[in-house]
């Protein structure tokens, strides 16, 4: 720039030290952050008396005639609306056009009623053995803004639409799965923390009765373990609005578990840490009553997203189609590979020291998929990913979508969006892209519950002397 005065420069040219000195203020000592805590909790509590925070509650849309029958009851609307005439005692609908709006509740009680009732020869009711557990489904990557959370968000709803009964649990401690399934949270006894904290309690005392046994002095409970002992999984979760998804969920001081885990593993070594969220769950009988239970996890890989991984029997790692998220992606797996690998080790070595046998991780899947894949830019680069991957990804990438943009600034899940909002083609794109990120994950379900049944019904002919051989 020629001739350029003082005036057209940049404006970090010509600060003068001492104005910037005497500006600077006094040094920062840490009681300041809670004056600001303090500043903003009242700021926001302004804010949420003038109307500028929801109210907390959210409510769940209804959905149309339209929507019922293309998307949720597989039956023609001219079909489905004789049905409802002929039956005055099932849910009529709302609404004085033609199309009448259906809430969730409505939806599932007119599917059971098509399930009994109707031809049997259609998929009413999604597949869901009866005797088996819960499959739980995690959702990884140790970078952030892959899409964990919308994948994860979106995974509940749809299972949720498609009938199933669904638990969402959120490790992630910036809460936003919590948020967007409208969760309220005190503090980290309302998360998944005292699950981890009980079952670290329940190890110590079986230690300390040894110890006692022996002579030695036991371990102290301190009142955060001792408190844990009373929590009971069942009053962590929480209803949303949602008929049927239920929600643990999280908030900031859940990270605390991250400090916490390693001093607890400290005091006792023989504390198998990464087992302690499944432990809970099973012992409080909660992979019982749900049909797929939906983790997000935080972007790391530390204590809270291994206890995630290791509580999952179908592992989803969302990456974007670009060179820095495969990356990241590869080292992600090479990290998984040496965390669990040296847990397997050092467990094995005692094992093979006390006579029992070997333990080893297994997942029914472990899938890569795809997020935000922009097909006009990315298609080159993602080939060459799903050709590094291979079996390991998922074949459906999930395009971007403007709808889960628009819909995450208000924190809505797609299927929450009433479609009349946006333009046709916008919501079938968007709608399809999560749709078939469902089906893929919900294949994946189906089939390792029936590989389940499989290996049951085996064992039982192996038992009556069926040895033919075949599997
Ligand atoms: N299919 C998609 N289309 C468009 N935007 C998306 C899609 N999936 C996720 N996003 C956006 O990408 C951002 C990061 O997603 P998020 O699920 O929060 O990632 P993570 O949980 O891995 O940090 C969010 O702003 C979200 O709205
Ligand atoms: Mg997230």
Known sequence: MPNSNDSKLPPYFGINPEEAGKRLGDPIDTARFAKAASFAARGREELAKSGHAPDGKKRLRKFSTWEVCKYLIPVAPAHFRR????????????????????????????????????????????????????????????????????????????????GYKVLAIDLDSQGSLTSILGGQIKDEWDTSFPIIAGDFARHLQSENKVRMAGGQEPFPMDETLTESLEVSPRNLIQSTHWPNIDLLGSQLNLYWAEFQIPVWRMQSGSWPLWDALL?????????????????????????????????????????????????????????????????????????????????????DAVRTIITRFDAAQQTDLANVIQAYFGDLMTTFRQDVTAMVGQAGEQVNGIYEADYREFNRDTYVRGREAFDRTWAEIKELIIGSWWRDLQMGIDAQSDDEGDADGTS
């Open 83 to 162: 049905v409802l005439k002929a039956r005055p005692e099932l849910p009529q609908g709302t609404g004085d056009g033609i199309s009448k709006w259906y809430s969730l509740e409505d939806v599932i009680a007119l599917r059971q009623h098509f399930a009994s009732e109707g031809a049997a020869n259609r998929e009413y009711l999604p597949y869901r053995p009866e005797g088996v557990r819960a499959k739980v489904v995690a959702v990884a990557n140790f970078k952030g803004g892959v899409g964990k959370t919308s994948t994860c968000a979106h995974l509940a709803m749809s299972a949720a639409l498609d």
């Open 279 to 363: 432990n809970g769950l099973e012992n409080g009988g909660i992979l019982d009553e749900y049909d797929i239970v939906l983790l997000d996890t935080p972007p790391a890989l530390g204590y809270l997203t291994i206890n995630a991984l290791s509580a999952a029997d179908i592992l989803l790692v969302p990456l974007g189609a670009s060179f820095l998220e495969f990356d990241s992606t590869g080292r992600f797996f090479d990290m998984l590979y040496s965390t669990f690998a040296s847990i397997e080790e050092g467990e094995n070595a005692q094992l093979r020291y006390r006579g029992l046998p070997e333990m080893r991780f297994e997942w």
